[in-house]
């Protein structure tokens, strides 16, 4: 079966600002483009800036209305608000903190969660904007100017008009804020994304749609079970990839044999096999070397052998997987695997880049990024295509500070951060005047 994708798919998310979440107490804004490279030491608030966003995405697949926040989930776990609520804010903003996410369509969505005078947690407002315009959304509130075209051009689509004279008012639906209306004898109606379609609905649809491959990913299991092949994957991706291959696997498409080039690729293995073992068992197994020999297939199940191919099954399945538009957050991409192995990977995540999903990789490997930089000197990759975020704390406050970049038609974005690629040359010279004083 070949594979078909359409083009122009489903507009994006195009940037995220947080603001008063751990250590970014000012707002921090990164734009997203289809790859998007967060980097900095450890600690330095990186995945600080994407939990907002897991935060709410797990918000809205729980089975019941958790409230403003699930908390403790499969994407983002904390067991107090004041866990991540920044300390380092003024004091009049230091129960607080904002997320706001920029639509290639819909423009923008800022959405402020506050503690109130018992610590709960409260969606504070909801800021939408569109075109010029802008709505200001307050739980509780009842609206009795319907002269906001934002609020207008909603109603009017659902056969409102002024004659009819609606009541309205602003209702929390999970991590956003609506707006419900009554008329008359008629049912109240909810815009939510399960109805109408509701302001917060664009935003909603990317954030269920997003992959998430965190960096602490699953050990190797013999036997893996069996779950849903998508198309949405709620929580993290890792549960989903065995039942993924195995239903590739039945149904002949042709992401199984770029799933197995890439493998070889990245010097892994030559070939992947689904095994259903039973009605709610897979076993995935793979070539025990990672060139393909004369005299068999040598297959041995994915637990013996080395952590490389169960660590980096998940990052390549996702990224076949995703469509364009599509979001995919994936946390250290290059965990267990060689150096050779993470400047290949590199090659993947820009080909998956230039299908138009968009990916946002948190990375330590400056060979990864070195062969980001090759690719777009070579004109393998266009670089308005990329886009790098550097992360830092101040030594004096521990605020974190964001420093962004584009590549030039070379690959060149400027000067290497100090904590990154400098950190090897030290190393090198280090080593080089130890054995010159020792010769001497």
């Known amino acids: 079966m070949q594979r078909s994708e359409k083009k122009d798919q489903n507009k994006g998310i195009t940037a995220i600002s947080v603001q008063g979440f751990k250590s970014l107490a000012n707002e921090s804004?990164?734009?997203?483009?289809?790859?998007?490279?967060?980097?900095?030491?450890?600690?330095?608030?990186?995945?600080?800036?994407?939990?907002?966003?897991?935060?709410?995405?797990?918000?809205?697949?729980?089975?019941?209305?958790?409230?403003?926040?699930?908390?403790?989930?499969?994407?983002?776990?904390?067991?107090?608000?004041?866990?991540?609520?920044?300390?380092?804010?003024?004091d009049s903003d230091s129960r607080k903190f904002s997320v706001e996410i920029e639509h290639e369509k819909y423009r923008m969505l800022?959405?402020?969660?506050?503690?109130?005078?018992?610590?709960?947690?409260?969606?504070?407002?909801?800021?939408?904007?569109?075109?010029?315009?802008?709505?200001?959304?307050?739980?509780?509130?009842?609206?009795?100017?319907?002269?906001?075209?934002?609020?207008?051009?909603?109603?009017?689509?659902?056969?409102?008009?002024?004659?009819?004279?609606?009541?309205?008012?602003?209702?929390?639906?999970?991590?956003?804020?609506?707006?419900?209306?009554?008329?008359?004898?008629?049912?109240?109606?909810?815009?939510?994304?399960?109805?109408?379609?509701?302001?917060?609905?664009?935003?909603?649809?990317?954030?269920?749609?997003?992959?998430?491959?965190?960096?602490?990913?699953?050990?190797p299991e013999r036997g893996y079970p069996k779950t849903a092949a998508g198309p949405d994957f709620p929580g993290t991706f890792e549960p989903y990839v065995a039942t993924i291959i195995a239903d590739w696997q039945e149904k002949?498409?042709?992401?199984?044999?770029?799933?197995?080039?890439?493998?070889?690729?990245?010097?892994?293995?030559?070939?992947?096999?689904?095994?259903?073992?039973?009605?709610?068992?897979?076993?995935?197994?793979?070539?025990?070397?990672?060139?393909?020999?004369?005299?068999?297939?040598?297959l041995v199940n994915i637990s013996d052998v080395g952590l490389g191919v169960s660590q980096i099954l998940p990052v390549i399945v996702a990224l076949l997987?995703?469509?364009?538009?599509?979001?995919?957050?994936?946390?250290?991409?290059?965990?267990?695997?060689?150096?050779?192995?993470?400047?290949?990977?590199?090659?993947?995540?820009?080909?998956?880049?230039?299908?138009?999903?968009?990916?946002i990789v948190e990375t330590h490997s400056a060979l990864l990024l070195l062969q980001v930089q090759t690719l777009v000197a070579k004109g393998d990759l266009d670089p308005n295509l990329v886009k790098l975020h550097w992360f830092s704390r101040s030594d004096e406050d521990g605020m974190t500070s964001i420093e962004s970049a584009d590549l030039d038609q070379n690959g060149a974005f400027g000067d290497w951060p100090e904590d990154f690629g400098d950190v090897e040359w030290k190393a090198e010279g280090a080593y080089l005047d130890a054995v010159e004083g020792r010769s001497k």
């Open 321 to 359: 997987v995703a469509k364009p538009g599509q979001l995919v957050y994936i946390d250290q991409p290059e965990l267990h695997l060689h150096p050779r192995a993470q400047y290949a990977l590199a090659k993947i995540l820009a080909e998956t880049a230039k299908r138009g999903v968009k990916l």
């Open 110 to 219: 800022k959405a402020v969660f506050s503690l109130n005078a018992d610590q709960l947690l409260e969606v504070r407002e909801m800021i939408i904007g569109e075109g010029t315009d802008y709505l200001r959304l307050i739980p509780a509130q009842r609206i009795d100017d319907l002269e906001n075209p934002i609020l207008t051009s909603r109603l009017e689509e659902i056969g409102w008009s002024k004659e009819l004279k609606p009541s309205i008012s602003i209702v929390r639906n999970r991590c956003f804020l609506e707006v419900n209306f009554k008329i008359k004898n008629i049912v109240a109606i909810y815009y939510e994304v399960s109805n109408t379609g509701g302001f917060s609905e664009p935003y909603s649809k990317n954030l269920l749609n997003m992959i998430h491959v965190p960096g602490l990913r699953d050990n």
């Open 29 to 90: 804004r990164i734009e997203i483009r289809p790859l998007t490279i967060l980097s900095g030491a450890n600690s330095s608030g990186k995945s600080s800036i994407m939990q907002p966003l897991l935060l709410m995405k797990q918000t809205l697949e729980a089975s019941y209305d958790p409230g403003p926040l699930l908390l403790n989930g499969p994407n983002a776990k904390f067991t107090s608000v004041n866990q991540f609520i920044s300390r380092l804010q003024k």
């Open 252 to 298: 002949g498409d042709d992401r199984l044999n770029l799933l197995e080039a890439m493998l070889t690729d990245l010097g892994l293995t030559w070939k992947i096999l689904a095994k259903v073992v039973n009605d709610v068992q897979i076993e995935l197994q793979v070539g025990r070397l990672p060139k393909v020999r004369r005299g068999g297939e040598d």
